[in-house]
């Protein structure tokens, strides 16, 4: 009975999050117009942005807040970092492709409606990032890696700044929703205050709505006898990450691919960059067995993706289906252990 319960209260939160990134999307595309940036530079900066905050707070609370035993908050720290790296460049672009697939009625081999540079460009940010992340764990010298995790927050400013310089106004979202807080009035929808009222008033919904159902998801695992090695590279990023992968879905339904690809190639290089200084900088930033296969296949994950779509010069539905097969093949690895 009190595994039931759990699961009411998980699906409670689970559509109190996706009724939330509604809100926070209709918001995020008029902030964007506001601030006349393209499609991508919204989507990889601004919504990436916003829904981080439970992905980097997370492995703060693990690190920090675990009592008696900070080992286990150490791991589980770094698993949620590494976990939503996986998640994101494995798990959430496969979603975002089957809603391509069901939403906009298209074939496997057709392409998403994306600018391509821009993807590929996030692509090799998140690549560099993700690369001195993780070979840094090869250092001992722990000033080395302060120095290294200061860097790592240095280069998203590079590449925020990059990505907005880049964009294109002639991208701008000409369709943009009706702002909900305006209610029905022209003049408050491209009011800043308004904009930024509803933005900040969803990103706090979001942030108690995430917390709620991570709470959930792990007296699940504990009701279930999980690992937390488990709950910290699969379901807690499975949670954290829920924002932008419903995001994702709302665009793409919304036929708005760039909105949708860029917020999850966006929140990738955050991730790469900003959260994994967190680990660098305050854990001994050591793997686990596991959390090597994770770290391989979120490199196969990303290469494939990569290399084809350079290749291809387009991003096809199939491809990015295809990313499932290292997800799977991930839980499988660590469902056997």
Known sequence: MEILINLFFVLIYLLSIV?????????????????????????????AVGTALPETILPLIAIFSIKGNAADGVEIGTGAILGSSFLLSAFALFISALAFIFFQKQKLKSPLN??????????????FAYFIAITSTFIN?????????????????????????????????????????AFSNKNLEKNLFIILLQTIFSLFLLFIFSKLFVDEIQT????????????????????????EITNSIIWIKNKKDSLAISNITGAMVYQASICTSIGIIFTDWKFSNHAVINIFSTICATLTVFLLTRFIKKVPAILLLSCIVWYLGFFIFISLR
Do not use: H, Q
Request: one cysteine or more; charged letters at 20%.
């Open 114 to 127: 994306i600018n391509f540079e821009n993807f590929s460009r996030d692509y090799k940010f998140f690549i």
């Open 19 to 47: 009724l939330t990134c509604n809100l926070f999307t209709n918001s995020i595309e008029n902030l964007g117009k506001k601030f006349n940036l393209d499609k991508s530079a919204t989507g990889s900066i601004l919504a």
């Open 141 to 181: 010298e722990k000033n080395i890696k302060i120095i290294i995790g200061a860097f790592l927050i240095c280069y998203w400013i590079f590449y925020a700044i990059k990505t907005i310089s880049k964009s294109n106004e002639n991208e701008i979202e000409e369709n943009c929703p009706n702002l909900y807080f």
């Open 220 to 243: 699940f695992s504990m009701l279930t006898k999980i690992s937390p090695l488990v709950v910290s590279l699969v379901l807690s990023p499975l949670a954290t990450e829920l924002p």
